[in-house]
């Protein structure tokens, strides 16, 4: 461990046993200020301090978060990028990397080192990957808040401090990931989401047109349907289905609406179409559901 200026500090933490059955573990984290080339930092312990010669291949993932000025990374995976303040730049496992900031204006950044099944879960599922490390997340609030975090917590070393750090990983992932989707987007198409969604949420018991409404909002379908899913999780048909799957719940639980009253109301094709549905999102029949909701009542 070492503080610089008192501003700049990193330290590496001890990972035990049972850190790693947790799935995700911290190895390192710290705020560096301003550093420039040709002015190596030996403090690191192998193999985290490099020459930019030679470059380095880590056994765990990396995130480097710049919040001032910038400089260049390099990795065998997305080849040379330029970073600048606003990037987060993602380290990962057995992959050569080299990264320093401009030598006119030396750069401020975050960074964690981590390991765990985790990360890897996420790169499996291609939420983060090698060829496209750089992310730009801006200088998103909520990023700062969850290094800023991180850093406190290693600072104090509370009890349990492993999995607290897992947890500030997780956040930094997460809100990382959601600001680059949100600046993707754009404040103007983020605004004709929600006009989507309230319109969907309000026809919950009524078929609704995609189409129309896509061209509603000067969007062609295809376009309409990329936006919304990468807003929300999910196509507009199926957010609309899993509305109409929740109402369904409703009135099992609250009505004595036989299944076709129910097929009918919320405009399935048949009562039959509806039982399918229903049970390929929910695991079980709607007589089941409500067999299960009912015992929960309290007796008369």
């Not at 995130?63 to 000025?69: G, H, I, K, P």
């Not at 600048?84 to 320093?100: D, E, I, K, M, S």
């Not at 939420?127 to 990023?143: A, C, R």
């Not at 409404?213 to 957010?239: M, N, W």
């Amino acid at each position: 461990m070492r503080r610089h200026a008192q501003q700049e500090y990193f330290r590496y933490l001890p990972v035990s046993k049972r850190d790693r059955r947790w799935d995700l573990y911290v190895t390192g984290t710290g705020r560096i200020v301003r550093a420039t080339p040709g002015d190596p930092d030996a403090g690191h312990p192998e193999p985290y301090y490099y020459v930019w010669e030679n470059g380095r291949a880590l056994s765990e993932f990396g995130a480097l978060f710049v919040t001032e000025d910038g400089g260049e990374f390099e990795s065998e995976a997305s080849g040379k990028k330029t970073v600048t303040a606003g990037n987060v730049v993602l380290l990962f496992p057995n992959v050569w990397h080299r990264y320093r900031p401009s030598k006119n204006t030396g750069w401020t950044y975050y960074w964690t080192h981590f390991g765990g099944g985790y990360a890897k879960y996420l790169t499996d599922r291609w939420f983060i990957s090698p060829k496209t490390p750089v992310l730009e997340t801006g200088l998103d609030e909520t990023v700062f808040h969850a290094y800023r975090c991180l850093l406190d917590r290693v600072r104090c070393d509370p009890p349990g401090l492993q999995q607290l750090a897992a947890a500030n990983v997780m956040e930094i992932l997460g809100a990382s990931l959601a600001a680059v989707r949100s600046r993707r987007s754009g404040t103007e198409l983020d605004g004709l989401v929600r006009r989507a969604m309230r319109h969907i949420e309000q026809a919950t018991e009524d078929l609704v047109d995609m189409n129309r409404l896509a061209v509603s909002l000067d969007l062609s379908y295809d376009r309409f349907r990329h936006i919304f899913k990468e807003h929300t999780g999910l196509a507009p048909y199926q957010y609309h289905l899993q509305l109409r799957i929740n109402r369904a719940k409703e009135l099992l639980a609250e009505t004595n609406m036989s299944i076709k009253e129910l097929a009918t109301a919320l405009k399935f094709e048949s009562p039959y179409h509806f039982s399918t549905i229903f049970k390929k999102k929910t695991g079980m029949s709607p007589t089941q559901w409500r067999g299960r909701s009912e015992t929960g009542k309290p007796k008369n």
